[in-house]
């Protein structure tokens, strides 16, 4: 009888004699065992790939608290650099190098003033007077916006925002052991009157002083460019300089680059910055691993189901055999097994799928409260399809050939 297919033989009469082959000889332990395997690898990767795409807010978005990092650098100030009285300004080249690394989106350049200042600073009639410095900032890189961020020559006031540690440092440290009551940003803000004395250039003028916020990100006191630029000319050379601190925002903020970048060149970043801008790092290393261990117990499975097919294929090598003689296809014989591995794969996508979004739904409410809506579930969708798929296809690939091989040794 040929062995080609026998159109003449009924379909659904082969497919009744391989499940009772399949029933007879199935081992329900290692199906079970295959299952169990390929639910918890399938279930790590999808759950690694989900909660990457939810907590991907807390570095991507603006509003985030671990939004894009800025970092704030300057020149080592060394002993050698202070005793020959060294530069530690940037130069254009300097600035021109930094903007050309591969993490580094923009360069903000600080100005600083070019005479000198001294602030009264009362409340209630009770006030203290001190020299005080200023910087400033394009407007981009402040973490604090008004309406009244701009400085008038014809009206001259001059609106400041100040470091939210200064405020800390009153509240918590002054404060007390003054004896002084503690004070909200709010009230201080309406509070406190502030009047600034510049000398340079044999002139000497006061303007009254705006405090229009609290930097989180800045730790100085910022005042408009605009009103740098025209006091520096009036007060001071006028003339450009190189500026002695950067701001530096950078789009990958785990990148291990940038800390290595700073210490060949010997600059410092204020504050941790760095230690808060390995967060993003930490977390993609974490979720590869967890989705490399992932990956691996998928394919130990995967190889399970195979060992266990084989199993099966080898205990009904004689019974295949003979179907095979008799007449019934490589596909007809194959058919049933692939359809008894595909619908395990399916309902093991569709139970891993379910236990995803169950354990989302623990995790949900934390990150919410950190004003995290999360990510779109659409990729680990896709992920757990492309997996179960690919499996699949090895399963079906690997089943042909075996009853391939078995169809040429009844040959």
């Given at each position: 009888?040929?062995?080609?297919?026998?159109?003449?033989?009924?379909?659904?009469?082969?497919?009744?004699?391989?499940?009772?082959?399949?029933?007879?000889?199935?081992?329900?332990?290692?199906?079970?065992?295959?299952?169990?395997?390929?639910?918890?690898?399938?279930?790590?990767?999808?759950?690694?790939?989900?909660?990457?795409?939810?907590?991907?807010?807390?570095?991507?978005?603006?509003?985030?608290?671990?939004?894009?990092?800025?970092?704030?650098?300057?020149?080592?100030?060394?002993?050698?650099?202070?005793?020959?009285?060294?530069?530690?300004?940037?130069?254009?080249?300097?600035?021109?190098?930094?903007?050309?690394?591969?993490?580094?989106?923009?360069?903000?350049?600080?100005?600083?003033?070019?005479?000198?200042?001294?602030?009264?600073?009362?409340?209630?009639?009770?006030?203290?007077?001190?020299?005080?410095?200023?910087?400033?900032?394009?407007?981009?890189?402040?973490?604090?916006?008004?309406?009244?961020?701009?400085?008038?020559?014809?009206?001259?006031?001059?609106?400041?925002?100040?470091?939210?540690?200064?405020?800390?440092?009153?509240?918590?440290?002054?404060?007390?052991?003054?004896?002084?009551?503690?004070?909200?940003?709010?009230?201080?803000?309406?509070?406190?009157?502030?009047?600034?004395?510049?000398?340079?250039?044999?002139?000497?003028?006061?303007?009254?002083?705006?405090?229009?916020?609290?930097?989180?990100?800045?730790?100085?006191?910022?005042?408009?460019?605009?009103?740098?630029?025209?006091?520096?000319?009036?007060?001071?050379?006028?003339?450009e300089r190189n500026p002695s601190r950067l701001i530096?925002?950078?789009?990958?903020?785990?990148?291990?680059?940038?800390?290595?970048?700073?210490?060949?060149?010997?600059?410092?970043?204020?504050?941790?910055?760095?230690?808060?801008?390995?967060?993003?790092?930490?977390?993609?290393?974490?979720?590869?691993?967890?989705?490399?261990?992932?990956?691996?117990?998928?394919?130990?499975?995967?190889f399970i189901l195979m060992l266990s097919i084989y199993?099966?294929?080898?205990?009904?090598?004689?019974?295949?055999?003979?179907?095979?003689?008799?007449?019934?296809?490589?596909?007809?014989?194959?058919?049933?097994?692939?359809?008894?591995?595909?619908?395990?794969?399916?309902?093991?996508?569709?139970?891993?799928?379910?236990?995803?979004?169950?354990?989302?739904?623990?995790?949900?409410?934390?990150?919410?409260?950190?004003?995290?809506?999360?990510?779109?579930?659409?990729?680990?969708?896709?992920?757990?399809?492309?997996?179960?798929?690919?499996?699949?296809?090895?399963?079906?690939?690997?089943?042909?050939?075996?009853?391939?091989?078995?169809?040429?040794?009844?040959?």
């Amino acid at each position: 009888m040929s062995k080609k297919d026998n159109k003449n033989s009924p379909d659904y009469s082969s497919h009744g004699l391989m499940w009772k082959l399949l029933r007879k000889h199935i081992s329900p332990s290692q199906l079970i065992g295959f299952s169990l395997a390929s639910l918890v690898g399938l279930t790590i990767v999808i759950l690694a790939v989900q909660f990457h795409q939810d907590v991907k807010p807390l570095f991507n978005d603006e509003d985030s608290f671990l939004r894009k990092d800025y970092l704030i650098i300057t020149r080592e100030v060394s002993t050698a650099s202070t005793v020959l009285q060294g530069n530690n300004d940037f130069a254009t080249s300097d600035i021109e190098d930094i903007e050309a690394q591969p993490w580094c989106r923009k360069v903000g350049r600080f100005s600083s003033n070019d005479y000198s200042v001294e602030a009264t600073i009362s409340v209630s009639g009770q006030g203290m007077r001190t020299m005080m410095f200023f910087e400033s900032l394009p407007d981009e890189y402040l973490d604090v916006t008004d309406r009244d961020w701009k400085f008038d020559p014809d009206n001259p006031k001059i609106p400041i925002i100040i470091s939210r540690d200064y405020l800390t440092l009153y509240n918590f440290g002054f404060a007390p052991s003054q004896g002084l009551p503690q004070a909200s940003e709010l009230a201080v803000s309406k509070a406190v009157n502030l009047q600034f004395t510049i000398r340079g250039n044999g002139r000497a003028q006061t303007f009254e002083g705006i405090l229009i916020g609290f930097s989180s990100r800045l730790n100085t006191i910022i005042v408009p460019e605009d009103f740098m630029k025209w006091s520096n000319e009036e007060f001071g050379s006028g003339a450009e300089r190189n500026p002695s601190r950067l701001i530096v925002e950078v789009n990958s903020p785990g990148d291990e680059r940038i800390g290595k970048y700073f210490a060949d060149q010997g600059y410092q970043v204020a504050g941790d910055k760095m230690n808060q801008s390995k967060a993003q790092g930490f977390l993609n290393i974490i979720v590869s691993i967890v989705i490399i261990v992932g990956v691996i117990i998928s394919v130990l499975a995967f190889f399970i189901l195979m060992l266990s097919i084989y199993l099966l294929l080898q205990k009904n090598t004689k019974k295949l055999q003979d179907l095979l003689v008799l007449g019934y296809s490589p596909n007809q014989v194959s058919r049933t097994y692939i359809m008894m591995v595909v619908g395990i794969n399916f309902v093991v996508m569709i139970v891993a799928v379910i236990l995803m979004l169950l354990m989302r739904a623990y995790y949900m409410p934390m990150l919410k409260a950190m004003d995290v809506n999360g990510g779109k579930i659409w990729l680990s969708l896709i992920v757990a399809v492309v997996i179960m798929s690919l499996i699949s296809l090895g399963n079906i690939l690997a089943i042909k050939r075996k009853v391939k091989e078995l169809w040429i040794q009844s040959s």
